[in-house]
């Protein structure tokens, strides 16, 4: 982390030389200047994060954590040195963090490691992890299928009841209720940093000492706010986390599973095989200490250290400046999308909601496919659909949206694009009806 | 603004959007099909009535994008009457020209007002939108 004193937002001339990083960003899109604004899906890769991972392909590749030769020791230097600057980038260990293929793969981990805890897997050290009939795990309506699935499916497994916190008609957590929902029997509380839909952020620290006060593990989603806003998972005092490497300007094919050390070190393994390992016979095997004991298999070795140079670079901009960047995007967007006619922005929005730089918003009577194509038309790039959050949009009475998201290369000028093409695609589409 | 996305929502479709035809669910038909569109939760659910092979009418209802619904309607239009051989044949040639990227034409001459949704066939994104009514005739053809 930079750690830089100020907090102040990215000046003009420090936006465009990152920028200038970007190369895609130079794109034209059916005749017109790229407007990307769909880094919540994924982001774009500066030339620093794609060169990282081109000279580690042509100088030292090789097979990492086994083998004696010498681009066989770089190789696995470098791979271990990429998840120690993805450690301090969230304020954990070493060895708190496990590559796995992407953040939907790291919350499965977590569900499939209590799912085997609970078949009896991980002797003596796993029974608190074991679930049964009478526990509950306890979600939100506000979660993207990653997070939400794996624990109806633990809950299915294992006999234990899956609830969660509704949201209220503004797409507000219903966290008055958090005392009716969370209680001793709650083993687990699995919830969003940030939602993918409304952007806003929750107050971890608060929610994860509420689960800890009924004896629940708190499992965080931190898809949207790893990339967005800085992030310091001791402090935070989560149990475990999850966040991918292609929304924070690494590859795709990569993401991670933090959990705390000795959660990790009395789990059982969800994906076992090679690399995993200490003593195999034909009865049964021993498996290595974390985070070992969770990459079964050949790592994605490329992208683990793309995804450090990734990590690098924000940490070269400085967390707290982007965060601040994004804040004035989002307040940027929101004022702009409350001055046009038919908008309804969803989620909560005001003074006192904090929010990440992205914003969904449904135009009565026009299908979010259609807006988005007719953006599209003009080279802006947003994101169309329900975002993997089918509950939160029933819940809200749409089935899809259009998301507009920010990043820290996005520029005010490409916000304000979006924001006056909007009443043009807006205009077209209540014209022909 | 490019052409091709004006071309895209052309008067035949906006038409079949405000007044969709065959619209409604009713009692008695023959197989039904619910088909979504996972990505942006667009359905239709369609209800073909049989006569031995011949579909004697078809219904729908549905929501979703401009696209989907006209492709939905214009379809549905002109189900009754032919046999489950002929709707093959239309779903078929319709599917050959949306996987096409725009080379090969939809052939008007069999599928008339679908001739409209040519230009979806440029949008890959489109494509599925477009085909989600003619794989809902497909599958309930399929259980007749």
Not at chain 1, 84 to 108: M, P, R, Y
Not at chain 1, 207 to 229: F, K, N, T
Not at chain 1, 295 to 310: F, K, N
């Amino acid at each position: 982390m930079s750690g830089t004193a100020t907090a102040g937002a990215l000046s003009a001339t420090e936006l465009a030389a990152i920028r200038a990083d970007f190369p895609i960003l130079a794109e034209r899109v059916n005749g017109h200047d790229l407007v990307y604004l769909d880094w919540g899906a994924t982001s774009q890769r500066p030339r620093q994060v794609v060169e990282a991972e081109v000279d580690y392909v042509e100088h030292r590749n090789a097979a990492v954590h086994r083998g004696a030769h010498t681009l066989a020791a770089e190789a696995t230097e470098e791979f271990e040195a990429a998840r120690a600057k993805v450690a301090a980038f969230v304020g954990a260990g070493a060895d708190e963090i496990v590559w796995t293929s992407n953040a939907t793969e790291a919350l499965n981990a977590v569900a499939y490691s209590i799912g085997n805890a609970s078949l009896g897997r991980g002797g003596p050290a796993a029974e608190r992890f074991r679930l049964g009939p009478g526990d509950e795990i306890l979600s939100t309506e506000l979660e993207h299928h990653a997070n939400l699935i794996p624990w109806q499916e633990l809950a299915a497994r294992t006999g234990a009841t899956f609830r969660y916190v509704p949201v209220d008609d503004d797409g507000r957590l219903r966290l008055d209720l958090l005392d009716e929902l969370l209680t001793e029997r709650t083993r687990v509380f699995a919830f969003a940093h940030v939602s993918n839909v409304t952007g806003e952020v929750q107050p971890v620290a608060d929610l994860v000492a509420r689960a800890h006060a009924v004896g629940a593990l708190a499992v965080l989603d931190a898809c949207q706010s790893a990339p967005h806003l800085p992030l310091d998972l001791h402090a935070l005092g989560v149990d475990f986390a999850a966040f991918s490497g292609h929304k924070m300007l690494g590859p795709t094919g990569v993401g991670v599973l933090y959990g705390r050390r000795e959660h990790l070190a009395a789990m059982p393994p969800f994906l076992t095989g090679g690399s995993m390992i200490t003593t195999v016979t034909m009865e049964g095997a021993e498996f290595l200490p974390p985070p070992q004991r969770f990459e079964a298999g050949t790592q994605r070795v490329s992208q683990a250290i793309a995804l450090g140079a990734a990590v690098d670079f924000l940490a070269r901009v400085g967390m707290d400046r982007i965060a601040s960047h994004e804040a004035e995007l989002g307040a940027r967007l929101l004022a702009g999308l409350q001055q046009i006619d038919g908008v309804r922005i969803l989620g909560p929005v005001g003074e006192d909601v904090e929010r990440t730089g992205l914003a969904a918003i449904d135009v009565p009577g026009i299908h979010a496919h259609d807006l988005g194509q007719h953006l599209d038309a003009q080279g802006i790039a947003v994101r169309v659909g329900h975002h993997c959050a089918q509950p939160l949009h029933r819940r809200l009475g749409v089935t899809a949206s259009t998301r507009a998201s920010a990043y820290l290369a996005t520029t005010p000028d490409e916000v304000d694009a979006y924001l006056a093409a909007l009443p043009g695609a807006i205009e077209f589409f209540r014209r022909l009806a | 603004m490019s052409s091709d996305v004006e071309s895209l929502y052309q008067e035949i479709i906006v038409d079949h959007v405000k007044h969709p035809r065959h619209y409604g669910l009713q009692e008695g038909a023959t197989v039904e099909s619910h088909q979504l569109n996972p990505t942006c939760g667009d359905e239709v659910t369609l209800q073909l009535t049989l006569d031995g092979d011949t579909i004697t009418d078809a219904h729908w209802t549905g929501r979703g994008c401009m696209v989907s619904q006209s492709s939905m309607s214009i379809l549905a239009e002109q189900l009754p009457g032919l046999t489950a051989a002929e709707a093959g044949e239309r779903i078929e040639s319709f599917r050959a020209s949306m996987r096409s990227r725009g080379e090969i034409p939809v052939d008007e001459d069999l599928l008339g007002d679908a001739i409209a949704l040519e230009g979806a066939a440029k949008f890959v994104a489109r494509v599925k939108c477009a085909m989600l009514g003619w794989v809902a005739a497909e599958d309930a053809l399929a259980k007749r």
